[in-house]
């Protein structure tokens, strides 16, 4: 069955730092993986997601993550933390139910930027 | 322009009532789900939806009961509200039923049951 793992429900870095959020997934088949921000009050946006065209996958605001088949890792990172980054992130994996998509959420990560 | 919007963004009631929640995306997406996100921000899917067919029913108590008189409308009815009931739901979209396509979420509406 598939599940995500999201290590460190809370990770707090300094403004222009690195910023590395963690997830690795459990998945029988090729996964297809997904990040997602949440911001205060707000809805899920995507930021980016893997669909096994490339493992060094590119999404908005300048964050990227990289999949990993043999860690079963597919972790999200930006290079230079802005204050604006501040929010809830949380890695899906698609789950084919009967034929059709089912997201699999991890319990997310709250990024914390301080000045 | 928004994609996928809900009414209420807040919705406050007691105990017993029966309320409702509706969602419409403007996106063409034929796929529609319901998910609930509870105090601990863990969200778990509901209810899909494919061009107004139910696809998708987790065990979910039969007091909620999601109708969806087109596919750019699902609507969520909940019977007999109980203080568990408590959290935010987000509707989203999809196009088609492939695994790789992303789902676009709604702003949430918090449900506070007292």
């Known amino acids: 069955a598939q599940s995500v793992t999201q290590l460190g429900s809370h990770v707090s870095v300094s403004e222009g730092a690195l910023v590395l959020l963690r997830c690795n997934y459990s998945s029988s088949v090729p996964p297809y993986l997904f990040w997602y921000v949440q911001y205060p009050n707000q809805g899920l946006q995507l930021l980016l997601k893997?669909?096994?065209?490339?493992?060094l996958v590119k999404g908005i605001n300048g964050f990227e993550a990289e999949f990993k088949k043999s860690e079963t890792s597919f972790h999200l990172t930006k290079p230079s933390a802005h204050m604006s980054d501040a929010a809830e992130y949380f890695c899906?994996?698609?789950?084919?139910?009967?034929?059709?998509?089912?997201?699999?959420f991890g319990a997310g990560t709250r990024l914390a930027v301080h000045p | 322009d928004t994609a996928v919007s809900q009414t209420p963004k807040y919705l406050v009631t007691q105990m017993g009532n029966d309320k409702s929640i509706k969602c419409e995306q403007n996106?063409?997406?034929?796929?529609m789900y319901w998910y609930k996100q509870d105090s601990k921000k863990f969200l778990k899917i509901m209810f899909s939806y494919n061009n107004k067919e139910l696809i998708i029913n987790e065990t979910v108590p039969n007091r909620f009961s999601p109708k969806s008189p087109d596919k750019a409308h699902l609507n969520l009815h909940i019977n007999s509200l109980e203080l568990g009931d408590s959290a935010v739901y987000f509707c989203?979209?999809?196009?088609?039923?492939?695994?790789?396509?992303?789902?676009?979420f709604g702003p949430g509406t918090r449900l506070t049951v007292t």
């Open positions: 989203a979209s999809s196009l088609g039923r492939g695994q790789n396509h992303e789902q676009y």
């Open positions: 996106l063409g997406h034929d796929t």
């Open positions: 893997y669909t096994s065209a490339a493992t």
């Open positions: 899906a994996v698609s789950f084919d139910s009967g034929g059709y998509n089912k997201l699999i």
